[in-house]
């Protein structure tokens, strides 16, 4: 049994690491941008925005304070078992999200919807939010992610149904038109990494693509190739658009476009997106069942079974 | 394209002079400003507390500020997007006799034709760089912090050399990013060709479609 002293530390952990310490996949993105980019503007923009994660991570202080909503993935093992269950775990989530506010890991972002109230804290209703994944064996994987508003309120984060006559043209239309309208102006904080939900109900669609633009490793492929050609083809033509970080002009607007899918109602094809900030924050942690801790360098909430 | 070391209280001649494209490193005196203050103001008719009239920069941000020993430790700060203030763009450049903000994502028309009137810019960072600013800002002070929260409230502060951040928007009615649309816009045509999308496909719509009114 993994128990409560042993998850309590991990949940902690996880949101000040996402905060301050951002993954490696994300800093060789970073280098091979800076390398090859041709605008003088983007390029200082690129680099500057490195060399403040670079310093974050030294001062132990957030890479941005925009720490969003506070998001909980956990990937629990079907023969996993934890002390105090499942509502244990959550209630040690929310405890670990009011100490990492109290103490500047977190910004006290989550407010009331119509009033704006701010309980001061980052807990209030449906928030933190927690989504869970089953698999094979007794581990728990946890994972965080801090989701910036950018990125989301701009239109880095919308859907749209396409007709099943439109096919991938109709699929990749609306995404282009999507990033462009989104991006103007560093409203989300490019160069992105792009998530997308190709199929089931607008929510199943909306969920993959941010699973796919918050947990997938930059550098990972979707295993399907027909999936993986959308990946790279979108690759390729959002970067000629010539966007850049911040929007300012320049050749990355995209880390990666990372393509989730499921099967739908061929009525409508549901395609989502979610756009992470260039400053993606996001940490995980594997707990075995001999109470052992592996913290997990880069995300991997899909290996191991989409 | 001129780099601008500016003090703040800033003049009208000053910022006038400004074109898109400038870079702006601030010195002096700033107070920050989101959502909650304007409403506060603008909507629900509070009064501004008096000692905000000494300042004509807002930085629209909301920064992480721990409170220890009864001081004030600035943790991070980056400028927020200023697109969803627009509501209120106009009435705070007139009202709170602004001549620069500070923000991402650049702002709309009537506070472009605000700007022209009074003599206002807009300026946005390049990057998401909190570290590379927080040692040039001093904490001065806040106000309306009870009512409106740590990241909500007017905070004070005294900036050594902020920057760099770009003008976006002059008084001259000129806004930088206008002038990315357009490359944007010739390279969405690359971009569909790319991608094999055809200049004449018009996607099924599927909602929103309207019987045709003659």
Known sequence: ??????????????????????????????????????????????????????????????????????????????????????????????????????????????????????????????????????????????????????????????HHVVAFADGIQGIEKFIIEAYIDASRAGAICSPNILGIGIGGTADIAADLAKQAASLRSIGSHHPDPQFRKIEEDLYQAINALGVGCMGVGGDTSVFAVHVEYAYTHIAGICVAISSNCMVARRAASRILSDQSVVTIKNPQWFEGGR | ????????????????????????????????????????????????????????????????IVEEENKYRLVSFMPTSSLRFEKWGADSIEQWNLRMIVGKTTMGDDTLRKMVEKGCVHVSPQSVSPNLWIDSIEIIGVELKEELGSIEAPWILKCTELGPFVVDMDSKGNNLFDTIDDTVELNRQNAFSMLGIDEEFKPTKLYGVKRKTE
């Open chain 1, 1 to 158: 049994m993994i128990q409560e002293k042993t998850y309590r530390p991990v949940l902690y952990d996880c949101i000040k690491r996402s905060s301050t310490t951002i993954s490696e996949d994300v800093l060789m993105a970073f280098d091979q941008a800076i390398a090859r980019e041709t605008s003088d503007r983007a390029r200082e923009g690129l680099k500057h925005t490195y060399e403040s994660i670079k310093m974050a991570k030294e001062r132990q202080n957030p890479a941005c304070p925009d720490t969003g909503w506070p998001l909980f993935y956990f990937k629990v093992g079907n023969e996993c078992t934890l002390e105090g269950g499942l509502l244990s775990l959550e209630k040690a989530a929310r405890d670990a999200v009011i100490q990492a506010t109290k103490e500047g890991y977190l910004r006290s972002t989550m407010k009331h919807p119509l009033t704006g109230a701010d309980p001061g804290n980052n807990i209030g209703e449906n928030i933190p939010h927690f989504t869970y994944k089953f698999t094979e064996g007794d581990e728990l994987e946890i994972m965080y992610a801090a989701k910036g508003g950018g990125s989301e309120c701009f239109g880095g984060t919308r």
């Open chain 2, 1 to 64: 394209m001129a780099t601008w070391h500016v003090q703040t209280p800033l003049d009208e001649s000053t910022v006038r002079k400004m074109n898109i494209g400038d870079v702006v490193y601030i010195s002096g005196l700033v107070f920050t400003c989101r959502s909650r203050l304007q409403r506060w103001i603008f909507d629900e008719k509070q009064i501004m507390p008096k000692q905000y009239q000494n300042f004509n920069v807002l930085i629209h941000a909301g920064p992480i």
